[in-house]
């Protein structure tokens, strides 16, 4: 157990819905990174936040936005979902903004979006 | 950019044989972080060793070691007498930082089959 915890773990939605994605990072943890792992694309990097402020935007997608709040969980929040966006979303936490630090990944949560 | 090339799509070994599974990368930068991770069936991502550019020995974590080669720029991950249970995907990951934030850039990952 890595000790970041992501809900919902399935997700079953039809095209052109919102649906939100919530994170808790590790305790004491300051930064959170969303990544996307779909079949074609790999892992990609979605977007980082430390401390409550974006730090980093990979290839996040205009429709997706996330947050940090000040207990320092995140949600990503998807809308206009196509049937492209169906894939395995994870949520990481770190010890800070930049280092060495290891990156702790939760369970992920599985998006179909049919 | 930074990039990670893992050139074994899938690998299958006989229980309790050492494997050794292939990373290499590309970066300008002189400090950087490579790191391995096992995805197994279920889905998660399990953080297994990390290895710092500036680090002088090569990175071990209980079965597994990381065999770095800064000049040929491969990272290699070795495990030593592979059980069932390693039977997973398992990704390279590289730490870019950008503009003071880091994030992973990670390899296609090889699935490795462990043979009874």
């Known amino acids: 157990d890595s000790g970041v915890t992501q809900t919902p773990k399935h997700l079953i939605t039809a095209t052109g819905q919102r649906v939100t994605l919530r994170c808790s990072p590790r305790?004491?943890?300051?930064?959170v990174y969303w990544y996307q792992q779909s079949l074609d694309q790999g892992l990609q990097f979605l977007i980082q936040?430390?401390?409550?402020?974006?730090?980093a935007k990979g290839n996040i997608l205009e429709r997706f936005s996330a947050q940090q709040f000040p207990d320092l969980h995140s949600e990503l929040n998807l809308s206009s979902l196509e049937l492209g966006d169906s894939a395995l979303y994870f949520c990481?936490?770190?010890?800070?903004?930049?280092?060495?630090?290891?990156?702790?990944f939760g369970p992920g949560t599985r998006l179909t979006v049919t | 950019a930074q990039k990670i090339t893992q050139t074994q799509p899938g690998m299958f070994v006989q229980e309790k044989e050492a494997v050794t599974l292939d990373c290499t990368y590309d970066?300008?930068?002189?400090?950087?972080?490579l790191f391995w991770y096992k995805q197994p069936s279920s889905g998660e991502m399990i953080f297994l060793i990390y290895?710092?550019?500036?680090?002088?020995q090569n990175a071990t974590e209980g079965r597994y070691s990381l065999n770095f080669q800064k000049a040929r720029k491969s990272a290699n991950l070795v495990i030593s007498a592979s059980q069932l249970g390693d039977s997973a995907m398992y990704f390279c990951?590289?730490?870019?930082?950008?503009?003071?934030?880091?994030?992973?850039?990670f390899g296609q990952g090889t699935r490795l089959t462990i043979n009874p």
């Open positions: 990481a936490s770190s010890g800070g903004g930049v280092g060495p630090y290891e990156q702790y």
């Open positions: 305790s004491g943890d300051l930064s």
């Open positions: 936040y430390y401390n409550g402020e974006e730090r």
């Open positions: 970066t300008s930068d002189q400090s950087y972080g």
């Open positions: 290895q710092g550019s500036y680090d002088e």
């Open positions: 990951a590289m730490r870019e930082v950008i503009q003071g934030a880091q994030k992973l850039v």
